[in-house]
C-alpha cells in the first residue's frame, strides 16, 4: 500500500464491513470506501438481493453529487465478477471509471478467485492487494468472513461450540440443572456471537431438558439464524420453545433412514407410524425434517454440514450437551470453541463434553489460544483445533 493513509482507509472500510453481520447472510460481509478529490462515500453489503458494498458506495457517491471517475476505492473482499442476484461489482466499478483498487483479501469463490481483479486492470484500473503489504488488514478481513472462506473453500460451515462452564469445566449440575453458571454479561455477548451465525445447532438432549428458543433477543438483529436440532427419533415435542417465531427450524432425523427409528436392521412398523406421526405435528409447526441417516441409526454429521453449507450456512454456532458437543469434536468437525468460564466451582457435574476416556494424555485434543478476554464477572476464551488452519490461515 501507499501510506498510512491507504491502512486507515482500508480499517474503516473493515468497520463498515462489521455493519453486515446478520444482515448480508449468505453473501460475505464487505465494507468499501471511495476517496475522490475532497470527499469521500462508504457502502457495505446489503441483503442478499440488493447492493453489495462496491455499489453501495457508488450510490452514496452519487448521491452526494461526487463523480466516481479517477477515485481510489478501498474494499475488504476482491469485487465479485459473476452475476447471482446483482450484476458483478468489477464491471461496475470499471464503468464508473474509479482509478484505483485497493483490496484487503482476495475472494475465495471459485466464480470470482482473482477474476474480479483481473476484469479491472484490464479495464485500466490500478489494483493493488493490501496482503502483500499489510498481512494484518487481510487477516482482519478473512476473520470476518470466516464462515464464507470456510464454505467456499470445504462446502461446510465454520463451525463454533460455545460452552459456558464453571473454573472446574462444569456445564451443568448432576441433575442438569445449569441457569445460570454465568453472568448476564457473558449471556449477551454469547448472542452477539449466535448473532454471527447463519444458522444455532442443538442436540434433542438440550431440547428435552432445557427448552430454549435458540433466537437472538438480547443484542438488535436483522436476521435471525435457522435454528437446527440433530433428532435422529424425531422427539421434539410440538410445543417446544424454538418452534415459535421468530426464525425457521431444520430438524435433522433419521427416522426415515434404512435402520429405522431405533437403528433396527429393519424398519419397525408401529416405529415407522409414531415418526410419520411426530413428523406431521412438526412439520405443522413450520419445521423443515430432514432424514440424514448414518449406518448406525444416527443423524450423519458430515451429511448434515454438508446439507447446511449447501443452504449457504457461513457459520454454525453449537449449543448443545456434552454427547452431541462429544460427537462433533470426536469426529473432527469443530474449528472453533467459544469458552465462557465463571469464577466458580461445581464438584461433581456435567461436563463440556462426553468423550474418552483416553489411554494416554497425546491422544488429547490440540487446541491453539486465540483470544482471551474478561467479559464481566466471566472469563471468554476462544480456542481453535488444527482443522481450523485450512481456513483461517488460507490465503495468508
Not at 235 to 249: E, H, I, K
Request: hydrophobic share 45%.
Amino acid at each position: 500500500m501507499h501510506d498510512a493513509v491507504d491502512r486507515a482507509h482500508l480499517q474503516r472500510a473493515l468497520a463498515l464491513a462489521e455493519r453486515s453481520i446478520a444482515l448480508s447472510d449468505p453473501n460475505p460481509r464487505v465494507g468499501c470506501v471511495i476517496v475522490g478529490a475532497g470527499w469521500t462515500a462508504e457502502g457495505f453489503t446489503q441483503r442478499a438481493g440488493g447492493a453489495h458494498a462496491e455499489v453501495a458506495a457508488l450510490q452514496a457517491a452519487r448521491a452526494a453529487g461526487h463523480d466516481p471517475r479517477g477515485s481510489t476505492v478501498y474494499v475488504t473482499l476482491e469485487p465479485c465478477a459473476h452475476f447471482g442476484r446483482t450484476p458483478p461489482c468489477c464491471d461496475a466499478l470499471a464503468d464508473a471509471g474509479v482509478g484505483r483498487v485497493v483490496v484487503a483479501v482476495g475472494d475465495p469463490n471459485p466464480l470470482v478467485a482473482g477474476q474480479g481483479l483481473a476484469r479491472l486492470r484490464t479495464a485500466g484500473v490500478a489494483v493493488q492487494m493490501a496482503g502483500e503489504a499489510d498481512a494484518d488488514v487481510a487477516s482482519a478481513a478473512r476473520e470476518l468472513n470466516i464462515g464464507f472462506f470456510s464454505r467456499m473453500r470445504r462446502r461446510r460451515p465454520w463451525v463454533r461450540m460455545k460452552v459456558a462452564a464453571s473454573l472446574d469445566g462444569r456445564t451443568a449440575l448432576a441433575n442438569g440443572v445449569s441457569q445460570w453458571i454465568t453472568g448476564e454479561a457473558a449471556r449477551a455477548d454469547g448472542h452477539a456471537w449466535r448473532r454471527r451465525a447463519g444458522a444455532v445447532l442443538t442436540g434433542i438432549g438440550t431440547v428435552l431438558e432445557d427448552d430454549p428458543r435458540l433466537d437472538v433477543r438480547h443484542v438488535p438483529t436483522v436476521l435471525q439464524p435457522l435454528r437446527v436440532v440433530v433428532d435422529a427419533r424425531l422427539r421434539t415435542p410440538p410445543t417446544a420453545r424454538l418452534l415459535q417465531p421468530p426464525g425457521d427450524v431444520l430438524i435433522y432425523h433419521a427416522a426415515d433412514g434404512a435402520h429405522g427409528a431405533h437403528g433396527a436392521d429393519t424398519v419397525d412398523a408401529a416405529d415407522t407410524v409414531v415418526a410419520a406421526g411426530r413428523a406431521a405435528a412438526l412439520r405443522e409447526r413450520g419445521a423443515e425434517l430432514v432424514a440424514l441417516p448414518d449406518a448406525h441409526g444416527k443423524v450423519d454429521l458430515a451429511a448434515m454440514l454438508l446439507d447446511l453449507g449447501r443452504r449457504g450456512v457461513n457459520e454454525l454456532h453449537v449449543e448443545a450437551g456434552h454427547k452431541l458437543n462429544a460427537s462433533l469434536l470426536r469426529t473432527g468437525w469443530v474449528d472453533e470453541l467459544l469458552v465462557y468460564l465463571a469464577p466458580k466451582l461445581i464438584g461433581i457435574g456435567r461436563e463440556m463434553a462426553a468423550f474418552g476416556p483416553l489411554e494416554q494424555l497425546a491422544d488429547a485434543l490440540p487446541l491453539r489460544w486465540h483470544a482471551v478476554e474478561r467479559v464481566g464477572d466471566d472469563l471468554r476464551i476462544v480456542a481453535r483445533l488444527p482443522c481450523a488452519a485450512e481456513v483461517d490461515r488460507a490465503g495468508a
